[in-house]
């Protein structure tokens, strides 16, 4: 049984290297799937309020409208006093859902 990531060990993991407060989720790897996005997300939101990044108010942003970033812009706003912006170049959120044919919230959208 793998060990549970410490909060610690989610930021590091999320971390842009040199952008001090920026972090990455998502990503258009086949490996991923939209449950799995949607795990990092929490993953991380949860380890930014455990670890105290969340506690005063600041501005949120997110970008990209996909599951991680719906999810994440989600979660943000539920766990923080601070407003939450999410950027999207698409029309709609979750642009890659639009185009299943098998259900509205393809679990395996990357396949």
């Given at each position: 049984?793998a060990?549970?990531?410490?909060?610690?060990?989610?930021?590091?993991?999320?971390?842009?290297?040199?952008?001090?407060?920026?972090?990455?989720?998502?990503?258009?790897?086949?490996?991923?799937?939209?449950?799995?996005?949607?795990?990092?997300?929490?993953?991380?939101?949860?380890?930014?309020?455990?670890?105290?990044?969340?506690?005063?108010n600041?501005?949120?942003?997110?970008?990209?409208?996909?599951?991680?970033?719906?999810?994440?812009?989600?979660?943000?706003?539920?766990?923080?006093?601070?407003?939450?912006?999410?950027?999207?170049?698409?029309?709609?959120?979750?642009?890659?859902?639009?185009?299943?044919?098998?259900?509205?919230?393809?679990?395996?959208?990357?396949?």
């Open positions: 049984m060990e549970a990531l410490l909060p610690q060990d989610v930021i590091d993991g999320s971390a842009v290297r040199d952008r001090p407060n920026l972090f990455v989720i998502g990503s258009f790897d086949r490996r991923i799937t939209f449950y799995s996005q949607q795990v990092r997300a929490l993953s991380l939101v949860h380890a930014l309020r455990d670890l105290g990044y969340l506690n005063s600041p501005r949120i942003a997110v970008v990209g409208g996909g599951a991680a970033g719906v999810t994440a812009a989600a979660a943000a706003a539920l766990v923080s006093e601070s407003g939450v912006v999410l950027f999207e170049s698409a029309d709609e959120l979750l642009p890659l859902q639009l185009v299943t044919d098998r259900r509205r919230l393809d679990p395996h959208i990357y396949d």
